[in-house]
């Protein structure tokens, strides 16, 4: 089993009993990216979970701060080794809410949405341990998501004199 150290090292898996692992590892696949690579988009369905093996992956929200303005790339968060991605491949309507591209040269262990809901609804534990870990992994993102969306509505604001001064 190839995966087994990204598996159980990985923040969303690493609460798995070996068996469990195993039955992770049965559905899913090692791929690897060159740099620079579009892993996918955001709005774009997704049917399959990351988990970075080796390198860096880059999760990138589009803002348009205003109405016919331009399109700013922020990137929210960095996706290192044994960190886990593509969350949406288990949550309805499984569409990708950031854009994610390759930093570095990467190894990933992609895993089939789909199977790994079934695997979770046979086994409650598993399931329970999973979606728990996930939770907490959304909670991170959308925190990022937020500081980096108020980051940027602050040059938004009009900017002028805070006092102004007359003279009488």
Same mark, same amino acid.
Not at 31 to 38: A, G, K, L, Q, R
Not at 147 to 162: F, K, M, N, S, W
């Given at each position: 089993?190839?995966?087994?150290?990204?598996?159980?090292?990985?923040?969303?898996?690493?609460?798995?009993?070996? =068996?469990?692992?195993?039955?992770?590892? *049965?559905?899913?696949? #090692?791929?690897?990216?060159?740099?620079?690579?579009?892993?996918?988009?955001?709005?774009?369905?997704? =049917?399959?979970? +990351?988990?970075? =093996?080796?390198?860096?992956?880059?999760?990138?929200?589009?803002?348009?701060? @205003?109405?016919?303005?331009? #399109?700013?790339?922020?990137?929210?968060?960095?996706?290192?080794?044994?960190?886990?991605?593509? @969350?949406?491949?288990?949550?309805?309507?499984?569409?990708?809410?950031?854009?994610?591209? #390759? %930093?570095?040269?990467?190894?990933?262990?992609?895993?089939?949405? *789909?199977?790994?809901?079934?695997?979770?609804?046979?086994?409650?534990?598993?399931?329970?341990?999973?979606?728990? *870990?996930?939770?907490?992994?959304?909670?991170?993102?959308?925190? !990022?998501?937020?500081?980096?969306? !108020? !980051?940027?509505?602050?040059?938004?604001?009009?900017? %002028?004199?805070?006092?102004? +001064? #007359?003279? *009488?």
């Amino acid at each position: 089993m190839s995966e087994a150290p990204a598996l159980t090292e990985s923040v969303l898996l690493r609460g798995l009993e070996p =068996e469990q692992l195993q039955k992770v590892a *049965a559905v899913s696949r #090692t791929v690897e990216y060159p740099p620079d690579s579009t892993l996918f988009k955001e709005g774009d369905p997704l =049917e399959e979970l +990351y988990i970075v =093996e080796r390198g860096r992956v880059k999760l990138i929200m589009a803002a348009v701060l @205003w109405e016919g303005g331009s #399109t700013l790339l922020h990137v929210v968060h960095v996706i290192g080794p044994y960190g886990a991605f593509g @969350w949406s491949a288990l949550v309805e309507p499984h569409r990708a809410t950031l854009s994610a591209y #390759t %930093g570095t040269g990467c190894r990933l262990v992609a895993i089939r949405g *789909a199977e790994l809901l079934g695997l979770m609804e046979q086994d409650p534990v598993m399931g329970y341990r999973v979606m728990t *870990a996930l939770a907490g992994l959304i909670a991170q993102r959308l925190e !990022a998501t937020r500081r980096c969306l !108020a !980051a940027e509505r602050a040059t938004d604001i009009v900017r %002028g004199p805070v006092l102004r +001064y #007359t003279r *009488a």
